[in-house]
């Protein structure tokens, strides 16, 4: 099943030329580099967005509903080899079978109307946000479904899973590892009379489980958490599902969030040890897809992540594949403070520019940190695709740029540690970039401690890879070249 090859994107279109299909799929093959790779940046880089953004003949509505794709580029000696493969998903071979849309999506509606939907609420698993790796298996996760599990050697598709049981209904695209517990740890939602919030831990030996359910006080949009070695911290926004018009299939699941900052935002504290013993309160509403890192500091826990006012950004997440009609990113890094036996929350902002996809080292997950790694706007620019990778020292409030030529356009940069760092401004970081201009995408890596100097190293793939949402390094052994 191959994507329809995508005709040359002028230069004036700019970013909007990544929101064409991907045009082939393909194993891994040798990509051309420019500069040097280091010699001690050694393994896979895996990423996953959305990659077909239409189906037959009816374009989807909004970035999220794309079908996704999982790609890789594997370096090893100075070389760089790049493959990718659309994750076939038991709803898009449906689709292929059929020869029709058959299914709504997160901002489409379903194609047979309302009757078609009425009493259900579910949209496709798209398999579009991110990655993640369990042991000596790889997955491609979207929150509206189960783990759908790829293989390690050539990114086929090998099918959805409930972890040997553990997943109910759904896994989120955003685990987190704890490295003091050998485990990482993820959560998924449950609809229902009740909706509920199910924990998962998945230790790096054993079997998954669900550690505790803990119930919501309604339906809502729940995208991100953050963990420490004692506890696991989610801000759940005030953006509500509209059951009784999703249940009449009015719309698209998109269409039924509502944003009801009169509820408040609710703080849930879980101790990983006793999850019986949450700590919970409200506080004024405000909205974030992502967090950054989080460190515990005496009896208070410091959460860093993207905030947004209110729930704006879904707008401008719709308007991206159909060149960004108006709606401006208005996410902003901030530090919040929660004393979960006070109940209380306080935040202030650390930069003050338009920013999303925050990274840190992997040696200072859970723990203490100066600096973050985003993708950034310049200013002004929050109307459009990003244009830079930027280093943020969340003590200072300084930031330090990597700024691209004109017309290319970065994704979420991915920190990798170089061999025995101790400093966790010691690496590289790595981003998928668009190039306007040739219509193709390459693999940026820069270091960490200089992104003014730029690139050092770039591996060119053949055709443009969409933008793409996540990404995880997988350092060799773990993977074989």
Known sequence: MQPTAASPIPLASGWSG???????????EPLRVEGTIPAGLEGTLFRNGPSLFSSFGEDYRHWFDGDGAVSAVRIAGGRAEGAVRLVQTPALRAEH???????????????????????????KNAANTSVATWGDRLFALYEGGLPTELSMEDLSTVGHTDL?????????????????????YNF?????????????????????RRLASLPLGGPVLLHDFIATPRHLVFFVSPVRVRVFRAMLGMGSFSDNLAWTPSDGTEVIVVPLDDPSQSARFHTDAFFQWHFANAFERGG?????????PDFGTNRWLGEMPHGGSGAPAQGRFHRMVLDPKRATLRGE???????????????????????????????????????????????????????LPEGQYPSEPIFVPKPGATKEDEGWLLSPIYDAASHSSHLAILEADALEKGPIARAWFDHHLPFTFHGFWAPFPRQTP
């Open 188 to 208: 998924g939602m449950r609809y229902g009379r009740v909706t509920e919030l199910d924990l998962f831990e998945l230790p790096d030996t054993g079997v998954a």
């Open 300 to 308: 208070e826990i410091v959460v860093d992540l993207v905030r947004y």
């Open 349 to 403: 902002p650390r930069w003050d520019l338009s920013c999303e996809f925050p990274r840190v080292s992997p040696l200072v997950e859970g723990k203490p940190y100066r600096f973050a790694y985003v993708a950034s706007h310049l200013p002004g620019g929050e109307r459009g695709m990003f244009q830079r990778i930027t280093r943020l020292d969340v003590e200072r409030g300084e930031a330090v740029h990597a700024q």
């Open 97 to 123: 079978a059929a020869g029709r849309r058959l299914f709504g999506a997160y901002g489409t509606p379903h194609p047979g109307g309302p009757l078609a939907r009425l009493g259900k609420i579910q949209t």
């Open 18 to 28: 990544a929101f064409r299909d991907l045009p082939r799929e393909h194993g891994y």
């Open 164 to 184: 040997e049981g553990a997943v109910r209904m759904t896994f989120s695209a955003h685990p987190h590892r704890v490295d003091e517990r050998r485990a990482s």
